[in-house]
């Protein structure tokens, strides 16, 4: 028996660092950016897809995708941002699918929590998809501050994060919120809190 989890969080709130800290706790772990750069990696659909909407331009001499000439495509306005993931969270999603259902059968006779990492989650439909949504959440200024430190202009990440979902959305979506605007100890504090809650909802499921 699995209970589905997907953790979500805008940009630079801290999303993978909880992912990892949830994994050292014991839950099962996957990363829809890892799904994303499998499916854009030639010859699989989604780097098809891409190349039939955007054309050859948004490619690499390798062939490989230029995904920092295609965000600069798709941050540039909310159509653009709808068109790339009318594209791809379908194919997404379907791998999001076939890889719990891998993690169902293993864990067969057996308690696991499987948590999705994805910063879409609640936008592609996930509260249907998951029994339970966590939330990162930082202060608009802390994420802010970190996207720029991650390398990112003041304008593009200021941009980035005017497209996303926002905070008070996301926060309304949430079964439980991970304050991510404190040092590392803070972030593991309020990860193991969230993650007894997420064991109790297992068991309560199980006696179910």
Same mark, same amino acid.
């Given at each position: 028996?699995?209970?589905?989890v997907?953790?979500?969080?805008?940009?630079?709130?801290?999303?993978?660092?909880?992912?990892?800290?949830?994994?050292?706790?014991?839950?099962?772990t996957?990363?829809?950016?890892?799904i994303?750069?499998?499916? &854009?990696?030639?010859?699989?659909?989604?780097?098809?897809?891409?190349?039939?909407?955007?054309?050859?331009?948004?490619?690499?001499?390798?062939?490989?995708?230029?995904r920092?000439? +295609?965000?600069?495509?798709?941050?540039?306005?909310?159509?653009?941002?709808?068109?790339?993931?009318?594209?791809?969270?379908p194919?997404?999603?379907?791998?999001?699918?076939?890889?719990?259902k891998?993690?169902?059968?293993?864990?067969?006779?057996?308690?696991?929590?499987?948590?999705?990492?994805?910063?879409?989650?609640?936008?592609?439909?996930?509260?249907?998809? &998951?029994?339970?949504?966590?939330?990162?959440?930082?202060?608009?200024?802390?994420?802010?501050?970190?996207?720029?430190?991650?390398?990112?202009?003041?304008?593009?990440?200021?941009?980035?994060?005017?497209?996303?979902?926002?905070?008070?959305?996301?926060?309304?979506?949430?079964? &439980?919120?991970?304050?991510?605007?404190?040092?590392?100890?803070?972030a593991?504090?309020?990860?193991?809190?969230?993650?007894?809650?997420?064991?109790?909802? +297992?068991?309560?499921?199980?006696?179910?």
């Amino acid at each position: 028996m699995i209970l589905r989890v997907g953790l979500t969080g805008g940009i630079a709130s801290g999303k993978s660092t909880i992912a990892r800290m949830l994994g050292a706790l014991g839950c099962r772990t996957i990363d829809a950016d890892a799904i994303v750069a499998s499916l &854009y990696r030639p010859g699989n659909r989604g780097h098809e897809a891409l190349v039939r909407v955007y054309g050859s331009d948004i490619l690499l001499p390798n062939g490989e995708v230029d995904r920092p000439k +295609l965000a600069t495509i798709a941050f540039a306005g909310a159509p653009e941002a709808a068109r790339l993931n009318s594209l791809i969270h379908p194919l997404v999603i379907d791998e999001e699918a076939r890889l719990m259902k891998a993690e169902e059968i293993r864990a067969e006779g057996e308690k696991r929590i499987v948590v999705v990492e994805s910063a879409l989650l609640v936008e592609s439909g996930g509260r249907a998809r &998951y029994e339970k949504i966590v939330v990162v959440d930082v202060a608009p200024d802390v994420q802010l501050a970190r996207a720029v430190a991650r390398g990112l202009s003041h304008e593009e990440a200021a941009r980035r994060i005017a497209r996303q979902m926002s905070r008070d959305e996301r926060l309304r979506a949430a079964d &439980y919120v991970i304050d991510n605007n404190g040092d590392r100890q803070h972030a593991q504090s309020e990860t193991r809190r969230v993650y007894e809650q997420l064991c109790g909802d +297992l068991e309560s499921k199980a006696g179910k």
